[in-house]
């Protein structure tokens, strides 16, 4: 069992910050949708529960 600090390579790093900018584009995205045409929140087969879920996982001077 590796107890040490975990290495990344600079291609994992890229990969992660990408991701959570993936994450975070599509969370304001949803919040955009939510306000504007919350008819659409069904349509991707989300509920308003897991919508509100998501937008709260936004920074603070985001939401």
Wanted: hydrophobic content about 40%.
């Amino acid at each position: 069992m590796h107890t040490g600090p975990r290495r990344y390579s600079l291609a994992a790093l890229r990969s992660l910050i990408a991701e959570h900018r993936k994450q975070a584009y599509f969370r304001f995205e949803l919040k955009r949708m939510a306000r504007d045409n919350p008819h659409l929140i069904d349509d991707i087969g989300l509920t308003k529960k897991e919508v509100d879920v998501e937008i709260a996982k936004l920074p603070f001077w985001q939401r």
